[in-house]
């Protein structure tokens, strides 16, 4: 792994972008466990903290999923898949809820409408 | 260029070259004073004059033998004070060639020895010039011999620092050895003496021995400034 | 006095330094080994290299502080072994430790080297001591690191040297330091004239400052060229493999070589066309591209194959 520490990337983000290369690659395949922090740290002569800081990155993508006790390990492709959606999904509801929040919506009103139109969706799927 | 190394060098040895002016300072006003103050004895009772002049010949010998002490701190320092502290690489990359060194060198530590022994003659001639205006007993005159043979002691002690000096990387050796250079040469003269049983009286043997000193240490100084120049620093 | 031959009567050679089989051995250890390198002059010239690979060694011999076993070294058109009066003046060198009188003040140091050279300029040593903010009248004992190191340097530029010879000249200093450093050695009015070979540690100090970048590596120079040569010259074949199997064998002018789970890395030097397809060709090869490296990258990969002689296989 080539790390560039004059570069202005930061370094936690270099290592995520090896390793998603690595991924991609095939030489961290699906359910494999990747190195453990301590290790990967060493091997690269890189502080743990940034080791960690890197796999929490690919975990918020979706891409590997730490289980606790065992490791972080390579998400299954199309849980990878559920979780790219979960997290655009996630964003919408952001954007919706500050365009609610600043048109002057308390929380528990923004929670009333989002409950009425989920109700109104499912009434028409099934109708 | 040689005027900053005769500089340099002087600075490097300046306390050693002090001693030794403060030894032979000392040595001329401790006899002075020593035979000032003399009582009289054999109901002689030397004028002030003859006084001086045997005070001045006392001091030749005794600084000759304290100075002799200091030739060997100067020459047993001279070259291994810039090896000690490794200033010698820093000289060894400068443009100075090895003779221009070893000339500054020996200017400052020969020169100096030189110096010491001219100083003690001069001043014994002095004493015995004044002895013209003067009764003094025969055995106090002519001491000038005396100087003179342990003058040559004295360059035996500097031309075996010297030597040793090239050559060693601390200033202990040097300095030892040519302190006890002219006993080492007295021993092998006198074992010479014995085997060869020559027939001797005490001031010829002086004679000899002063003379064997003498050879040694031409011949050490000779030695010291060869093993300097065909010295490669390599480290 | 020793005849001093007067550099100026004699041809200019178009080589600064000129080294033919240079090889020296220190006991059963070779320290420099059979060593071809032509400098021409106005070039500045970065020597890289792991500690003991023979650079040192090396500039000693350029300075005639030691003599070859076998074969010649050049400078300035004279051999260097013979250690000319004249050649030492038309050199200015910066040793990596600094042995100065250690009871001189910077400004006695000044005093004493000044006519050991003829081209000696007075007003660009003045100028020199303001800008590296040397304190004239502090004595060398008392001086930092930074301080030491600026008054090699002083001293080496101040009678504007053909030749500036620097061993590991900012080893050891701040990173501001070695700025103002690197300054200094490029600054001068006649910077353009002047021949420079130093040697660093410090990849990234070479690649600022020089022309012409040259590795040693056991004893022998394994890359020479500007540094964007090199970078083209030395690549990196990143190659999957296949499950649980290894690869038979290594293309030609492998530096390094790794395997680590499903990756396989190869350091190569010289870079060919060849060098991929071959790789590709190994069955136990998924895929493979080549990757560029940089130039403390490709120091590391060099030095790493050269302890390790190639071989760096990781179980999974």
């Known amino acids: 792994m080539l790390i560039d520490p004059k570069s202005h990337v930061p370094i936690f983000r270099q290592i995520a972008g090896h390793l998603r290369k690595q991924i991609a690659d095939g030489i961290y395949k699906t359910s494999e466990v990747l190195p453990s922090l301590r290790a990967l740290a060493i091997e690269i002569a890189v502080n743990p903290n940034t080791v960690q800081r890197a796999y929490e990155l690919l975990e918020r993508e ?41 048109s002057g919506l308390s929380p528990d009103r923004i929670r009333t409408v989002f409950e009425a139109a989920m109700l109104n969706f499912v009434r028409e799927a099934s109708s | 260029m040689l005027r900053a190394l005769i500089l340099k060098d002087l600075r490097l040895l300046r306390s050693y070259l002090l001693i030794g002016i403060i030894l032979m300072l000392s040595s001329y006003v401790m006899a002075l004073v020593i035979v000032w103050f003399t009582p009289p004895f054999d109901n002689y009772n030397a ?7 045997i005070g001045l010949s006392g001091g030749s010998v005794l600084a000759l033998l304290l100075t002799g002490f200091a030739c060997a701190l100067v020459s047993g320092n001279v070259f291994t004070a810039e090896r000690m502290d490794r200033s010698a690489h820093f000289l060894d990359y400068l443009p100075p060639t ?17 110096i010491v022994v001219l100083v003690a003659l001069s001043t014994e001639l002095l004493a015995w010039s004044l002895t013209s ?35 060693s990387k601390s200033n202990g050796a040097p300095i030892l050895l040519g302190l006890f250079s002219p006993l080492i040469v007295l021993s092998a003269v006198k074992g010479i003496d014995y085997f060869v049983e020559l027939p001797d009286s005490l001031e010829m043997s002086f004679l000899r021995v002063s003379n064997a000193c003498l050879f040694v240490g031409v011949a050490g100084f000779a030695l010291g400034c060869f093993w300097f120049l065909n010295q490669r620093y390599e480290s | 006095m020793q005849s001093v031959t007067n550099p100026a009567t004699l041809s200019k050679p178009d080589a600064a330094i000129q080294v033919s089989g240079f090889t020296k051995k220190y006991g059963k250890t070779t320290a420099v080994d059979r060593l071809d390198l032509m400098i021409p002059r106005g070039t500045v010239f970065g020597l890289l290299g792991p500690n003991g690979a023979g650079k040192t060694t090396l500039i000693r011999a350029i300075m005639g502080l030691i003599a070859p076993d076998q074969g010649t070294v050049t400078v300035l058109g004279f ?11 038309k050199i200015g060198y910066v040793p990596e430790i600094h042995h100065i009188y250690r009871w001189m003040r910077i400004d006695e140091v000044i005093r004493f080297v000044r006519p050991f050279y003829p ?187 050269a302890r390790n002689g190639q071989q760096e296989l990781q179980t999974c």
């Open chain 1, 62 to 102: 979706g891409l590997v999923e730490s289980r606790r006790g065992l490791g972080v390990f390579v998400a299954k492709v199309d849980r990878r898949r559920q979780n790219r959606v979960e997290k655009r999904i996630n964003r919408e509801f952001s954007g919706t809820i500050r365009m609610a929040v600043e």
């Open chain 3, 79 to 89: 051999n260097a072994t013979e250690r000319l009066q004249g050649l030492k003046q």
């Open chain 2, 47 to 53: 004028p002030p004059i003859a006084r001086i002049a």
């Open chain 2, 133 to 167: 205006y003067a009764a003094i007993p025969e055995k106090k005159l002519n001491q000038i011999e005396t100087v003179l043979n342990f003058s040559k002691l004295v360059l035996c002690v500097t031309g075996v620092s010297w030597a040793v000096s090239s050559i």
């Open chain 2, 98 to 114: 090895r003779r221009q060194v070893l000339f500054s060198k020996s200017l400052v530590a020969v020169g100096f020895t030189l």
């Open chain 3, 119 to 305: 081209s000696w300029d007075v007003a660009l040593c003045d100028v020199l001591v303001t800008t590296l903010e040397l304190p004239t009248k502090k004595r060398v004992r008392e001086l930092s690191k930074g301080m030491l190191a600026k008054l090699g340097l002083l001293i080496a530029l101040s009678h504007k040297p053909d030749m500036l010879i620097l061993d590991e000249p900012t080893s050891g200093l701040d990173p501001l330091i070695r700025e103002e450093f690197l300054e200094s050695i490029l600054r001068a009015d006649d910077a353009e004239s002047r021949t420079v070979l130093f040697s660093s540690h410090h990849v990234d100090d070479v690649e600022r400052i020089a022309d012409v970048i040259g590795m040693m590596i056991g004893g022998s120079l394994v890359l020479n060229g500007p540094a964007d040569e090199i970078r083209q010259n030395v690549h990196r074949i990143e190659a999957v493999l296949k499950d649980g199997c290894l690869p038979s064998s290594v293309p030609v002018g492998t530096a390094w070589q790794r395997v680590n789970r499903r990756e396989w890395l190869i350091t190569v030097n010289p870079m060919t066309d060849g060098c991929l397809d071959y790789v590709l060709q190994d069955p136990a090869v998924v895929s493979a591209e080549v990757v560029p490296l940089s130039l403390e990258q490709i120091f590391k990969d060099l030095s790493r194959g």
